[in-house]
């Protein structure tokens, strides 16, 4: 049987999905600083200069550059960027060269790159792992870095004002930061809190190339709308510990925004309003269920199934838009329900990774060598998996079903899907997020499955992940008229939208 894990993390977020794992976070970027006490040799000096590849993981390809260079004491030093990840300059781990071979361990993240250096086509062709996942990388050596072209980013300076803030969670007992934008014009306006999806995101909820909370901010900003974007706990300048957060840490995170927002003399505090994307479509109406300061949300491929459903589904439809055939795709689903099955029943953590391993460990030894490899599995790696799916946020998460909180909100809700979102099947789950406002007696809500869209809100082909950092649209300007046209109709003028 052969097995490939291709359960993907339910968000696409700085770790592009891959796994069930949530094991690569795809916004990883690595900066090499290579040991002092090397000298200049003909190899180094060839080095000199910048180096791009791509890794492809699991269709998903990611830039990689890393730029070489001597620093003052005459040591080769080098930097790696992530074009589309918008990231440069990252730091440190060590390299080897012994001859033409090259190897770098990046020893915090699990990561090691070894590659053989060709002169003569000028590449380094070589293997990028970590964790479970190991894919080839080449290297090409190139004059200039292409850059990528994001036409709907703005750029200053701009027709409103915008100020760093900072507010506690004194729940939590954390500071977070980020940036509150308000109309140029006028005295107190309505406001919407951002809130980004899975993995570790900062205020833009930058991710390949793209910063689509920047976007939205900005042509909210425009219509006259306020907005509250910050960086996740732990991230960019917001304090705390963002690997032992779960969805409903991130919840408390909200209130806190919230209510900073309520002292603010430039709020109307009777329409304040939140903004979620992916996970955050699932944060949104946990806050909006409990808080009565929320006036309206906007989930933007918010969840309306549980985790584990949503997982499931989204783990089918990457692999078969990536061309998987369909025994893989239903091994790969029966291997991943034992899991969930597993960490189901039992609660246990000892308990439960001892019974996952020996699933994992009966299994593997069922595949060839070349499945092994193709794959991904080992003995060796087995224990980094089940770290991972019995991390606090991850058991959360699959196990939380959004329908008990979308049930309880009263507010003005608008959600909105891409017909070809491949993370969050747009037709089951806006049915289930009405469903179940309709529960709650909601009355004022619309739903909307938009044509032609990804998970990202962008015009696509496939609605692959693969896709997302190659296009140069960040989010499509009619979503955003959309949302902007709703908020003021429902929200500041009052109207319940009839379909």
Not at 179 to 189: A, N, Q, S, V, Y
Not at 370 to 395: H, P
Request: hydrophobic share 35%; proline share 5%.
């Amino acid at each position: 049987m052969k097995i490939i894990i291709t359960f993907t993390t339910y968000f696409i977020r700085m770790k592009t999905i891959i796994t069930i794992l949530k094991i690569i976070t795809i916004n990883l970027i690595l900066l090499f600083i290579f040991d002092n006490n090397l000298r200049a040799q003909t190899t180094e000096k060839f080095l000199i200069g910048n180096w791009m590849g791509k890794i492809d993981i699991q269709g998903t390809k990611l830039s990689v550059v890393i730029r070489f260079n001597f620093n003052e004491k005459d040591s080769l030093i080098a930097v790696m960027d992530s074009p589309d990840q918008g990231a440069k300059d990252i730091p440190v781990s060590k390299l080897t060269l012994r001859n033409d071979s090259v190897f770098i361990r990046l020893k915090q993240l699990n990561v090691t790159i070894g590659g053989l250096l060709n002169k003569k086509d000028s590449t380094i062709n070589g293997t990028f792992k970590q964790s479970i996942v190991s894919c080839p990388l080449i290297l090409k050596k190139v004059e200039k870095v292409p850059t990528l072209n994001r036409p709907q980013e703005p750029k200053p300076p701009y027709p409103y004002k915008v100020t760093e803030v900072s507010f506690k969670n004194t729940k939590d007992s954390i500071t977070l930061a980020g940036t509150l934008t308000l109309p140029e014009k006028g005295d107190k306006f309505p406001v919407v809190i951002m809130i980004t999806g899975s993995g570790p995101q900062n205020r833009d909820e930058e991710l390949l190339g793209h910063k689509p909370f920047l976007v939205i901010a900005d042509y909210l900003t425009r219509q006259g709308i306020a907005v509250l974007r910050y960086d996740d706990r732990g991230i960019g300048k917001s304090k705390g510990d963002f690997t032992k957060a779960t969805s409903f840490d991130f919840a408390n995170d909200v209130e806190a925004a919230i209510n900073y927002l309520k002292q603010h003399p430039n709020i109307d505090v009777t329409k304040i309003g939140l903004i979620g994307h992916s996970e955050g479509g699932l944060i949104a109406p946990i806050v909006a269920s409990r808080n009565k300061d929320v006036n309206f949300i906007v989930l933007l491929a918010g969840p309306g199934l549980s985790g584990y459903q949503i997982i499931l589904k989204q783990s089918a439809l990457i692999s078969r838009a990536e061309g998987t055939d369909e025994k893989t795709i239903k091994d790969n689903n029966k291997f991943s329900e034992k899991i969930y099955k597993i960490l189901k029943d039992e609660p246990d953590n000892t308990k439960a990774g001892k019974e996952i391993k020996e699933y994992y460990l009966k299994e593997i030894k069922k595949l060839s060598k070349e499945e092994k490899e193709k794959s991904g599995l080992s003995e060796a790696n087995a224990d980094i998996m089940i770290t991972q799916v019995t991390s606090k946020w991850f058991r959360t998460f699959l196990f939380t079903d959004p329908q008990p909180y979308l049930s309880k909100v009263k507010c003005a809700v608008l959600a909105l899907n891409g017909e070809k979102d491949l993370q969050v099947p747009p037709d089951e789950d806006l049915a289930a997020i009405e469903s179940a406002l309709k529960k709650a007696g909601n009355t004022n809500y619309k739903t909307l499955k938009l044509p032609g869209l990804n998970h990202l809100f962008q015009h696509c082909t496939n609605g692959s992940p693969s896709e997302y950092s190659t296009i140069e649209e960040t989010i499509s300007p009619e979503v955003l008229k959309i949302i902007s046209e709703w908020i003021h109709r429902t929200v500041i003028q009052g109207m319940i939208i009839e379909d």
